[in-house]
T-cell receptor
């Protein structure tokens, strides 16, 4: 069956521009998670959705980051006024309720 | 602050031997434990999960959990060169009311299987 998909796979942008990253979870998975992995760093949890609601947004690094999920399926992570320190691989995962999480291939974001 | 600690390695193991990967965690509220494998340039791939104290076996992999010692391990039997990767330990805390926090990951152990 289809796994988690993310688009774009790569994104290069200029400092100050806004970017939108998309995640399409495994069909039927109710929970969706966003993480980021910076070069040489561990995976950092950003935000979690159960259905369309995000109970805890405290993991988002700054108010330039926002995320939404509509229809209990696709989610978008938006970064406004990108900075060089935002460069990382952004990973999305989904799970059935709060069980095992399966990751998508990630979006590599490079901010010049 | 929830922390998951792993030895970064590299851990070098000869082909056919048992690779032993270890992980400790700080949050006693952690309820579920996961091992992910990550090849260079790829996303993490779930290998094993364990919720209860003791051992759980799946093919060549055995996960071990000791909640009293806050310790999780992964054993890989009959190690193969294709097992060479970074192994990430992760924990999750289920919040009362049915929610869950995100996974807290260690920084991973780089495993090298020598042919």
């Amino acid at each position: 069956g289809a796994g988690v998909s993310q688009s774009p796979s790569n994104k290069v942008t200029e400092k100050g521009k806004d970017v939108e990253l998309r995640c399409d979870p495994i069909s039927g998975h109710t929970a969706l998670y966003w993480y980021r992995q910076s070069l040489g760093q561990g995976l950092e949890f950003l935000i979690y959705f159960q259905g369309n609601s995000a109970p805890d947004k405290s993991g988002l690094p700054s108010d330039r980051f926002s995320a939404e999920r509509t229809g209990g399926s696709v989610s978008t992570l938006t970064i406004q006024r990108t900075q060089q320190e935002d460069s990382a691989v952004y990973l999305c995962a989904s799970s059935l309720w709060e069980n095992e999480q399966f990751f998508g291939p990630g979006t590599r974001l490079t901010v010049l | 602050q929830k922390e998951v600690e792993q030895n970064s390695g590299p851990l070098s193991v000869p082909e056919g031997a048992i690779a032993s990967l270890n992980c400790t965690y700080s949050d006693r509220g952690s309820q579920s434990f996961f091992w992910y494998r990550q090849y260079s340039g790829k996303s993490p791939e779930l290998i094993m999960f364990i919720y209860s104290n003791g051992d759980k076996e799946d093919g060549r992999f055995t996960a071990q959990l000791n909640k009293a010692s806050q310790y999780v391990s992964l054993l890989i039997r009959d190690s193969q060169p294709s097992d060479s990767a970074t192994y990430l330990c992760a924990t999750i805390t289920v919040i009362s009311g049915g929610g869950a926090d995100g996974l807290t990951f260690g920084k991973g152990t780089h495993l090298i299987i020598q042919p």
